[in-house]
């Protein structure tokens, strides 16, 4: 069952984030995600909260978030995202 990882991002240094952005691909593409949405218009119909800028991912399972997550490429990639961008993720199993 898909999953979907739904990311709200704020970028505080574009060079740097674009950086992370071309190095990402490669793990997405071993993890067999591919980009849903990413930045684009967004609407807010009910609520206060206010997204900044969302990507959503699909991956072939929650598992398979998990594995491409925690998974050593990553989380040495994610020290990079961490100092050019804060964020909000989190991930759902799809129906």
Do not use: H, N, W
């Amino acid at each position: 069952m898909a999953a979907y990882v739904i990311t709200d991002l704020e970028v505080f240094d574009i060079a740097c984030y674009l950086e992370y952005q071309q190095a990402l691909q490669p793990l997405l593409d071993d993890a067999a995600a591919r980009y849903l949405a990413r930045g684009g218009d967004l609407r807010v119909y009910e609520g206060d909260y206010q997204p900044r800028r969302l990507v959503v991912l699909e991956f072939p399972s929650l598992e398979a978030v998990d594995d491409f997550y925690e998974s050593e490429s990553y989380q040495a990639l994610e020290l990079q995202r961490k100092a050019c961008s804060g964020a909000r993720i989190i991930a759902v199993a799809g129906l």
